[in-house]
């Protein structure tokens, strides 16, 4: 059993930047391959970011890459979110999922684990 929890959203400007940390329960964190996800609203949920288990592999959608950058420290059983130049279009909230599959992940479909959701604000 993995428990996920969020934290960082916010409401920002423009251009700003923002860093959402996932924090997961559980002696295995290490094992698991750990998502990004984003649903804003009227919207359905997509995928954003994802990094494989022990041996860091990374993943973007196209559409955040070059500004966003996940990252995991197993010792601290946490992941991250870097989101830099944030775009209005960028408003959404934010999920952080967990699978021991990454191929689940990267489908996101039938992934296991869920947090329930940070909101980040992005104004005009």
């Known amino acids: 059993q993995v428990q996920l929890v969020e934290s960082g959203g916010g409401l920002v400007q423009a251009g700003s930047s923002l860093r959402l940390s996932c924090a997961a329960s559980?002696?295995?964190?290490?094992?698991?391959?750990m998502g990004w996800f984003r649903q804003a609203p009227g919207k359905e949920r997509e995928f954003v970011a994802a990094?494989?288990?022990?041996?860091?592999?990374?993943y973007y959608v196209d559409s955040v890459k070059g500004r966003f950058t996940v990252s995991r420290d197993n010792a601290k059983n946490t992941v991250y979110l870097q989101m830099n130049s944030l775009k209005p279009e960028d408003t959404a909230v934010y999920y952080c999922?967990?699978?021991?599959?990454?191929?689940?992940?990267?489908?996101?479909?039938?992934?296991?684990?869920w947090g329930k959701g940070t909101l980040v604000t992005v104004s005009s």
């Open positions: 990094v494989s288990g022990s041996d860091p592999t990374t």
């Open positions: 559980g002696r295995t964190f290490s094992r698991y391959a």
């Open positions: 999922a967990a699978d021991s599959s990454l191929s689940i992940i990267l489908r996101s479909r039938g992934i296991i684990y």
